[in-house]
C-alpha cells in the first residue's frame, strides 16, 4: 500500500513538472538557431545538407564521440567474444548446397548496386540525405551479402579492428587541423573565407572516413555473433 501511495505521488510530482515546464515553453524553444543554420550553414560549411553542416561542422564534437562508442561497441564484442578468436574464421554458410541458387544469383547482382549506391550516399551526404553513417551501414550489407554468397572468403576480425583504430585515429587527426588553420578545434580546417566548393572537400573526406570505419565495424559485430551463434 505505501509503495502505490508513492508511486502516486512521485507520477503527480512529474506531471506538475512537466505542466510547469511547457507554461513557457516559447521562452525556452525558438527559431533562433534554425534561422542561424539556414541563412549561414552553406557558406559556412560548403554543405547543402544542413545536417551535414551541423554533425561535419558545427557539432563536430558530437560526431567523435559516436564513432568513439561504435569502437568501444566493436572491441566489447570481440572481447565478449574471444574464447572463439583462435578458431579459425567462420564461413557464411555450413553447406553451399543449402543455399538456393536463386538468392546466390539475386545476390550477385544486388551486391554491385549495393555497393555503388553506399559509395554514393557517402561521397554525396553533403548536397544529399546520407553520409558516412549511413552509407557506412549500406556498404557494410553488401559486404556481408558477398560472404554469403562465397563460402570460400573469410574474415580477420582482428585486422578489422586494427583498422577501425587507424581509421578512428585519423578522423581525430583530421578534425585537430582546424587548429592549424582557424586556431579551432573539431571543425572544418578550410579558413571559414575559403571557397564552398574547398569546404565540401573537407566533407567528402570525412563522410569517406566515416563511411569506412562504420562498415568495418558492423561486419566486424555481425562475424562476431555469427561466430557465437555458431
Do not use: C
Not at 559509395?119 to 553520409?131: D, L, T, W
Not at 583498422?163 to 581525430?172: R, V, W
Amino acid at each position: 500500500m505505501i509503495k502505490r501511495i508513492s508511486l502516486v505521488f512521485l507520477l503527480g510530482f512529474i506531471l506538475y513538472l512537466f505542466t510547469t515546464s511547457i507554461e513557457n515553453l516559447s521562452d525556452i524553444y525558438n527559431s533562433a538557431g534554425k534561422d542561424f543554420f539556414r541563412e549561414n550553414g552553406f557558406y559556412d560549411t560548403g554543405s547543402m545538407n544542413l545536417v551535414t553542416a551541423i554533425y561535419l561542422d558545427y557539432r563536430l564534437f558530437d560526431s567523435l564521440f559516436e564513432a568513439g562508442i561504435l569502437l568501444i561497441a566493436v572491441s566489447g564484442v570481440m572481447w565478449i567474444s574471444q574464447h572463439n578468436t583462435l578458431e579459425k574464421n567462420a564461413t557464411f554458410m555450413l553447406d553451399k548446397q543449402k543455399t538456393p541458387e536463386l538468392f546466390i544469383t539475386f545476390s550477385r547482382l544486388l551486391y554491385p548496386v549495393m555497393l555503388l549506391f553506399g559509395m554514393y550516399v557517402i561521397i554525396n551526404g553533403h548536397i544529399s540525405p546520407g553520409g558516412g553513417f549511413q552509407g557506412g551501414a549500406i556498404v557494410a550489407t553488401a559486404i556481408l551479402i558477398l560472404y554469403y554468397i562465397d563460402i570460400s572468403k573469410s574474415i580477420d576480425v582482428n585486422k578489422i579492428l586494427t583498422i577501425e583504430k587507424f581509421l578512428f585515429i585519423l578522423l581525430l587527426s583530421i578534425a585537430f587541423m582546424s587548429l592549424i588553420t582557424r586556431n579551432e578545434v573539431f571543425t572544418n580546417f578550410i579558413p571559414l573565407d575559403g571557397s564552398t566548393d574547398l569546404k565540401s572537400i573537407y566533407l567528402i573526406l570525412l563522410n569517406l572516413v566515416i563511411g569506412a570505419k562504420v562498415a568495418l565495424g558492423l561486419v566486424a559485430i555481425f562475424t562476431a555473433f555469427l561466430k557465437e551463434g555458431r
